[in-house]
């Protein structure tokens, strides 16, 4: 504990670690393209229109993650009804989807886990980057449904079981 008797960042993003499933960029994304994950994105608005996004993937910005994706929330998305795939969360860098899994575990969502690395190493692994959809911004933030852009043949990688 940092100061003896609080557990510090460090601490919490460790504790989160340890009880949420992890997959590196190229693993994420041949599970979300064989239909086992589905990849949501954190980020905010801005940084997805200036840096491009992960085909397939939902946008459910963090402020209002746990609110979209509980079953017995009003205000959940309902593109996320009935679905039974694991949840991999996608930020900046890997560090807020960490601890935002771990939330949805809090939640009762078992299948909630984040890429490693987040979406800098989306990138730097060379896998698909897509422009914004143009009516990504309508409607309450994190409602919309997933890209349905095309979705390219992912990379050689083992997938989730």
Known sequence: MADGSRPG????????????????????????????????????????????????????PRSVLEWRVDRASEWRNPFLEGREQLLLL????????????????DLGLEGAGDVVGGFTAWRRAGLPVVPVPADAGDGPPGMGPPDTGALPAPPAADTLD
Do not use: K, M, N, Q
């Not at 994950?37 to 085909?55: F, N, Q, T």
């Not at 900046?92 to 935002?100: D, M, R, T, V």
């Open 9 to 60: 960042v460090d601490g919490l993003l460790a504790a989160a670690r340890a009880r949420i499933v992890r997959v590196e960029p190229e693993t994420a994304w041949a599970a979300a393209s064989a239909g086992s994950a589905l990849i949501v994105d954190l980020r905010s608005s801005d940084e997805r229109r200036r840096h491009g996004i992960a085909p397939g993937s939902i946008h459910i």
């Open 90 to 105: 996608l930020c900046a860098e890997g560090f807020s989807s960490s601890l935002a899994a771990a939330s949805l575990l």
